[in-house]
């Protein structure tokens, strides 16, 4: 909510230093998006400040030359160049990439205000320590050494998993991959990051429909679509810079707009078509939808023939779902449907596009599945201008999952099969009888830890109720934020339980303060990207390379330096660096690089060399803009940051895929068809494509992935060197050489020999519109667990409680309990686009902080009315795990919107620092205090996780709002 200020007075600490003296009063949005090359670090140069529009920056004479530098901006994954004008080793100004086939030379609020990222004078400068209550400065020997020494202690006394190792999305490939390979050589799968939280449930869903869980086209490939089918998602907000791509389409092909949501957004004030739902019931809608298409055979026969298995298991669901049946459930209107399901057959290929409003879900896996299911149906999966393109939040959120920043999973997807760490312990060049030592045992070691969104559970459940020797006992926040996740009542006293926290941040998060301890917390400064060089993947799957800004600012130090120290102090840093070379204490990104490209041939992270994505980066105006393949120049033929796959070697000079499973498209040119990870035959059915191949395929059917076996029945293995052939003999590590698979031939001998002959490496199948390894493989509605609706429960009843990844699941046992009379209004959550993930260092950016300074709550003027409430009014929020002993409630202002229906209230989830009506901006470490603190949402958002990912319920439970 944007608070009119009459007298320029905010509601907290004057931002004066951004502006004192230069230009008075507020900075209202417009004046801000004039102003942002300049922030509070570059008062000094207010002179030279343009009040025009944004401006391409220009060296300088005066005061020495000035360079510009280009890197990334930090605030989501669009991916968007960011110019930084540098002089004598100081950022002081910006402009946005106008080269870039992303940005085109546009930021949103946040993206204008990242050099104030950097230089922001809220930065946590030295490593502190708790003592007494009070933030003590220590250096960083001390700091390594006493962490080190108690966490040395803990893997002793209880095991290396004990300790949590929580990655970040904010961290680059390079550092994702390191921290990753770091919990492997301490011993623990108890690692995670905020994938787990935002798109988990999008990875698990995808993967398992069609082989790779990640976005199928690119933004810039919406300027093909002929509809847009938006659900679960506020571009507008939450990526702004990607809305052109979308309006781009809506304009230039009259695509028609269609936005799902139950709030009327940003995004939605676009909408040809707008779709207000009930939250909690995205598989009821699409089934609704889906019964129209079967019902007037609009549905791709002869795609669903060719590609598609399982259409008539999805046929026989959704033929429940009549028009009266999906009004009941989803309060929309089945004629509105037939209108939507006719305009998406009319106008293909469209495009699905989703966020966090699908995925945060007790039935998140369902709902992506029945997205996923809705394209098969009709066809537009794999075509340009159609596709399943997911929204990532971080701007590596997608980099860092691929690196296997997760619980369950190596880097590239591998899992954690014995296989999975024979390949890696081949690629580290470590024995794997030594990694398998470093872990309590064989059965932890290839078993999947604990999800970040249930840490907590960790060291709160009784020791009986875990499946690990011993509870949580030290957390390490390391680029995370805790108000980003639910049941933070939970998560402060389980902070409090532990022996140590650790929280390494260029800001000092809401973990800071929100525990109730007085010592054996550390805070340890990291940098910003800003102050390193590595590089990040967007949405879309293209990897690009950040240029070095400026250097460490204060005595922060990169993330990769600490992980090093960290080792050095564990005593394994010798192995973990054997092939990676350390200037100092840092190692070399660069050769991060090469160790990663060494090994990750499941998704095509190979051919993505560092001198190849410079390459990109310097020649950025060579790509056209919608189908981003470099036209003439030295990227002649290749597609924009390699998108992954990117097969083989840098040497064998694969351009990317810009569109998955486009099997009108040569392989080698960067088409491919359905992954064929999951047999082939299920039932005496088949599971190989039926038909369908690329051009120019010497296997004109389906066909399985390529092993060695498979190389020789074609003939096709004398085709490989002898260096390749030494290599998958060294794979094949005395057994069997017929069974070594693409994925473990680290030559990319069988990757290069099965595209030259015109197919992917990784077969040719069908996807899985039934996915049965699932609990349910056709996608179900299910009730939300907190649900109003306690007419549905009977028909559309949650799981079984059941014990998952180390811990108790619950479903039933909530769902059974009825919090909905006391508690009558569907809370849901999201972005502002002002702030991003928990806020810390957006709201500590007095350029953005100018922007919204009050957390609130909005409230449809129905509900506000029956309550006595008015807009601007303070409230309570009261969550249903609430009790007179033990109350759970948060004061905020109050929004009164029609954006919200009746009986559904939103909140953003950005705001930290209170705590249920107390302020703990005393609690900050001195000067480091973000200038905006406010409630967190999620201290009253309830329990509610995903079956197969554990992701995080935050789009339907329960509350009550009163005036306070």
């Known amino acids: 909510m944007l608070t009119k200020k009459a007298n320029g007075a905010a509601s907290g600490p004057r931002l004066s230093k951004a502006f004192a003296g230069v230009i008075g009063g507020a900075v209202d949005r417009r004046t801000f998006l004039k102003r942002s090359g300049l922030a509070a670090g570059g008062v000094a140069a207010a002179s030279a400040m343009s009040l025009g529009r944004v401006r391409k920056a220009e060296a300088q004479s005066s005061n020495g030359s000035a360079e510009i530098r280009k890197s990334v901006c930090t605030h989501c994954s669009v991916g968007c160049t960011v110019l930084a004008e540098v002089k004598n080793g100081v950022w002081v100004g910006q402009e946005p990439g106008w080269d870039s086939p992303f940005n085109l030379g546009s930021h949103c609020a946040k993206g204008a205000a990242v050099r104030e990222h950097a230089h922001g004078e809220r930065r946590l400068k030295h490593p502190v320590k708790l003592v007494n209550g009070q933030w003590e400065r220590i250096s ?35 550092q994702s991959y390191l921290i990753r390979k770091f919990a492997a050589y301490w011993g623990t799968n108890n690692i995670d ?30 300027h093909n679509a002929r509809a847009i089918f938006q659900i679960g998602g506020n571009p507008a907000e939450a990526h702004p810079v990607a809305m052109q791509h979308m309006l781009k389409a809506k304009e230039e092909n009259s695509a028609p707009f269609i936005v799902c949501d139950p709030r009327f957004t940003r995004t939605a004030a676009h909408a040809s078509e707008y779709v207000r739902f009930r939250p909690g019931t995205d598989v009821a809608l699409i089934w609704g939808i889906l019964w129209h298409v079967f019902e007037n055979g609009w549905e791709d026969r002869e795609y669903i023939r060719q590609r598609v298995y399982g259409m008539d298991q999805i046929r026989a669901e959704v033929a429940k779902w009549t028009p009266e049946e999906t009004e009941r459930v989803t309060g929309v209107p089945g004629s509105q449907l037939h209108r939507v399901a006719r305009t998406l057959a009319n106008n293909r290929p469209f495009s699905i596009v989703w966020c966090m409003g699908s995925t945060q879900h007790a039935t998140g896996n369902a709902n992506v599945r029945a997205y996923c299911v809705m394209g098969l149906a009709l066809g537009i999966i794999g075509k340009p201008g159609g596709g399943a393109n997911i929204y990532r939040g971080h701007d590596n959120v997608q980099g860092a999952t691929d690196l296997g920043v997760t619980q369950d999973t190596l880097p590239g997807y591998y899992g954690l099969a014995t296989g999975s760490w024979k390949h890696w312990a081949r690629v580290w060049e470590t ?24 840490w907590f559970d960790l060291a709160l459940e009784s020791k009986e109720n875990i499946d690990q020797p011993d509870n949580l006992r030290a957390m390490v926040f390391w680029g995370h934020a805790p108000n980003s996740q639910t049941r933070m009542p939970d998560m402060r006293r389980a902070m409090s339980k532990l022996d140590m926290l650790v929280v390494i941040d260029p800001f000092p998060s809401v973990t800071a ?5 007085t010592d054996g917390v550390y805070l340890l400064p990291a940098t910003t990207q800003f102050e390193t060089v590595g590089s990040v993947t967007a949405s879309n799957r293209s990897l690009q390379w950040r240029e070095k800004v400026m250097d460490p600012l204060f005595e922060s130090k990169v993330d990769h330096e600490i992980m090093y120290l960290f080792a050095e102090k564990f005593g394994f840093a010798d192995e973990m660096f054997k092939n990676i070379a350390v200037e100092g204490k840092e190692p070399s990104v660069e050769d991060i690089t090469r160790e990663f490209n060494r090994g990750m041939w499941t998704i095509g ?3 993505q060399s560092p001198e190849r994505l410079k390459a990109h980066m310097a020649n950025q105006q060579t790509f056209d803009k919608t189908s981003l393949r470099a036209l003439g120049g030295p990227c002649d033929g290749d597609y924009y940051g390699l998108p992954w796959p990117c097969w083989g070697t840098p040497e064998f000079n694969h351009p990317g895929s810009p569109v998955l499973y486009n099997a009108e498209q040569a392989v080698a040119d960067g088409g491919m068809g359905f992954r064929a990870r999951f047999g082939v035959e299920r039932d005496g059915v088949n599971l190989l494509a039926d038909g369908s191949h690329n051009p120019g395929s010497e296997i004109e059917d389906g066909y399985p992935e390529f092993t060695m076996a498979m190389l020789k029945s074609l003939g096709w293995d004398s085709d490989l060197t002898e260096e390749e052939m030494a290599a998958i003999e060294h794979a094949a590590a005395g057994g069997d050489i017929d069974a070594v698979n ?27 519109a039934v996915v049965w390894n699932f609990p349910d493989p056709v996608p179900l509605h299910r009730e939300p667990l907190y ?19 180390r811990l108790p699941l619950l479903f039933k046992s909530i769902q059974d309990q009825d919090f909905s009379e006391n508690f009558p209004i569907v809370l849901t959550s999201g972005r502002l686009v002002e702030y991003e993930g928990g806020g810390d260092e957006t709201r500590s950016n007095p350029w953005l902080a100018e922007l919204q300074q009050d957390m609130f709550v909005e409230i449809n003027p129905r509900d506000a009315n029956n309550r006595g409430i008015r807009d601007g009014d303070d409230v309570w929020v009261y969550g249903p795990d609430n009790s007179d002993d ?59 996780y995903d079956v197969v990912t554990q992701m995080q319920e935050t789009k339907s439970t329960l509350c009550q709002i009163e005036r306070a």
């Not at 290839?446 to 969104?453: D, F, L, R, T, Y």
């Not at 303060?513 to 301890?517: I, Q």
């Not at 229906?901 to 001195?926: C, I, Q, T």
């Open 742 to 768: 693409w994925k473990i031939d680290n030559s990319g001998g069988i990757q290069r020999v099965a595209i030259e002959h015109g197919c992917a490496p990784y077969g040719n199948a069908k996807a899985r």
């Open 605 to 607: 992270y190979t051919g």
């Open 140 to 174: 960083w020997d001390q700091a390594i050494n006493e962490i080190g020494d108690q966490m040395l202690d803990i893997r002793e006394t209880s095991g290396p998993d004990s300790v949590y190792w929580l990655g970040s999305a904010k961290h680059n490939n390079e």
């Open 431 to 454: 024995d794997y009888d030594y990694l398998l030592s470093r872990f309590g045992s064989q059965e932890l070691m290839e078993k999947a830890g604990v999800p970040v969104s249930r």
């Open 787 to 805: 649900t109003p609706r306690r007419d549905l429960v009977a028909d559309y009843p949650t799981h079984e409680d059941r014990t998952s990844m």
């Open 886 to 944: 033990n109350p759970v409630r948060i004061k905020v202002k109050a929004l009164v919107t029609e954006r919200v229906g009746n009986g559904v209230a939103f909140m953003p989830f950005h705001f930290g620092g209170h705590w249920m009506g107390e302020d703990l901006r005393s609690k900050y470490p001195k000067g480091s205090d973000p200038y905006v603190l406010g409630e967190s949402t999620n201290t009253i958002q309830t329990y509610g």
């Open 513 to 517: 303060v929100m525990h109730d301890r």
């Open 193 to 222: 990051h905020q994938a787990r939280i935002c798109h988990s449930t999008t990875v698990a869903g995808v993967a398992n429909t069609w082989g790779y869980g990640a976005m199928t086209n690119s933004y810039n490939d919406l």
